[in-house]
């Protein structure tokens, strides 16, 4: 079992930042956030590798930056330029090593209006 403990969010102004930040309670293979809006399927945002590697989805390239810090078991999501149409509830999601197995945090809502 792998718990999740997020926090970050909230209210921001259109082009405003926020950083949302989840801690896994092991070491995982990956650390990513998805989001879901209203009436919408839940979509990924971005995932980091144990290894560094990530992943981000088209719509949050050259905004949005992840990173981790594998000693304490945390993933940052950075998010700048933030637009109306990235208000979702963002949810924490970790694979552990060897069979993928998938968690997921309580959710986070972050929302972007003026």
């Known amino acids: 079992q792998v718990q999740l403990v997020e926090s970050g969010g909230g209210l921001v102004q259109p082009g405003g930042s926020l950083r949302l930040s989840c801690a896994a309670s092991?070491?995982?293979?990956?650390l990513g956030w998805y989001r879901q809006a209203p009436g919408k399927e839940r979509e990924l945002v971005a995932i980091?590798?144990?290894?560094?590697?990530?992943n981000y989805a088209a719509s949050v390239k050259g905004r949005f930056i992840i990173s981790r810090d594998t000693a304490k078991n945390t993933a940052y999501l950075q998010m700048n330029s933030l637009k109306p149409e990235d208000t979702a509830v963002y949810y924490c999601?970790?694979?552990?090593?060897?069979?993928?197995?998938?968690?997921w945090g309580q959710g986070t809502q972050v929302t972007v209006s003026s």
């Open positions: 999601n970790a694979q552990t090593f060897n069979t993928r197995t998938n968690y």
């Open positions: 092991k070491s995982v293979f990956s």
């Open positions: 980091i590798t144990s290894f560094g590697g990530t």
